[in-house]
């Protein structure tokens, strides 16, 4: 017992000693701010342990922007909401899964004709919802990604601007083989649509975290049809000028991707292994620089006001091109 006791009081001091080494005086004021402007709070039990995080995300931030300074690299990044999560633990927020149907669907081809215009931005023509947050706990990225899609398609119809319901497809989709807060696929959310429709935002809020389905919400639109995009970004392109916003899916396993603030992101160490889902909806190039305009589902205080410009024509970085998809409405 003796022994024991000896041990645990070895263990506490290591632990007490590694967490008065993360603490630097100098990020106290940081540090202090960053919990204020994100409303942060937490137990005695974690704070020193997320401090201890966070400023290693800081130094993390730190030395990349002294690189870009020094043309390095073609982003910056900054501290933002997630400054106290690790890598794993940002990346248990990340829901696509690959659906092995989509090369089922009929596929989208490039035609090189008509060419497409250099540029295109469907925020500037109204086919794009305000920036959403599917939060910290729900692993929903599908649907936000799904319903960007649908609102889009439907502005193209009708002309009306609709936020359509996340929380529709989290409760009421699992019987097409999503999973809720627990990943999903955008091309099963619009198998439901196309044969339920979805509900209006406003009618069915989002709550971020599995519920019962409403089925007394009153749908607005349906999916009649949806369409897969052939995997290449010639292909995207074509589609994102000719359809409007894309549904895809990326790969964001990385500290980089978490952290990011502006700029060009382009990240040699990206796979094809998507993991999270996202929206096309534009493209552009900056100084001879072309970049697909994503928006993302993280909240405004994330990227460029909740949107990051991923290098474009740079060898399928991220595998932007390998899952897209959209739908009819």
Not at 155 to 184: A, H, I, M, P, W
Not at 225 to 244: C, F, H, K, M, P
Not at 277 to 285: F, I, K, M, R
Not at 301 to 316: T, V
């Amino acid at each position: 017992m003796q022994v024991f006791v000896v041990f645990l009081v070895a263990v506490v001091t290591a632990v007490a000693a590694a967490s008065s080494f993360w603490k630097d005086p100098a990020l106290e004021d940081p540090w202090q701010e960053w919990k204020g402007l994100h409303g942060k709070q937490y137990s005695e039990e974690t704070e020193s342990y997320r401090r201890m995080v966070w400023e290693d995300n800081w130094r993390f931030i730190e030395q990349h922007n002294q690189e870009h300074a020094a043309g390095k690299h073609s982003y910056k990044l900054g501290m933002n909401h997630f400054g106290d999560l690790t890598d794993q633990e940002f990346n248990k927020m990340n829901g696509f899964h690959p659906d092995p149907a989509l090369r089922k669907l009929p596929v989208f081809n490039s035609t090189g004709s008509p060419v497409p215009p250099t540029s295109i931005d469907w925020r500037d023509k109204g086919y794009v919802t305000r920036v959403k947050d599917q939060g910290d706990t729900c692993e929903s990225c599908w649907a936000f990604s799904a319903t960007g899609a649908l609102e889009g398609q439907l502005f193209k119809k009708t002309g009306r601007l609709v936020s359509l319901s996340e929380q529709d497809l989290v409760d009421c989709s699992k019987t097409y083989g999503n999973k809720g807060c627990n990943k999903g696929f955008m091309t099963k959310a619009f198998e439901y649509v196309k044969d339920n429709g979805i509900a209006s935002e406003a009618s069915y809020p989002y709550r971020a975290e599995d519920g019962t389905c409403n089925t007394n919400a009153r749908k607005v639109t349906r999916c009649t049809r949806y369409t897969a995009v052939n995997q290449n970004e010639r292909a995207l392109q074509d589609a994102v000028a000719s359809i409007g916003p894309v549904s895809v899916a990326i790969d964001t396993a990385h500290r980089s991707f978490k952290l990011y603030k502006s700029g060009i992101y382009y990240e040699p160490n990206c796979t094809r292994n998507a993991n999270h889902a996202v929206l096309v909806v534009g493209y552009g190039d900056s100084d001879g620089k072309k970049f697909w305009i994503l928006k993302n589902s993280y909240g405004k205080k994330w990227g460029e006001g909740g949107y990051i410009r991923l290098a474009k024509n740079k060898d399928n970085n991220c595998g932007v091109a390998d899952h897209g998809v959209f739908p009819d409405v």
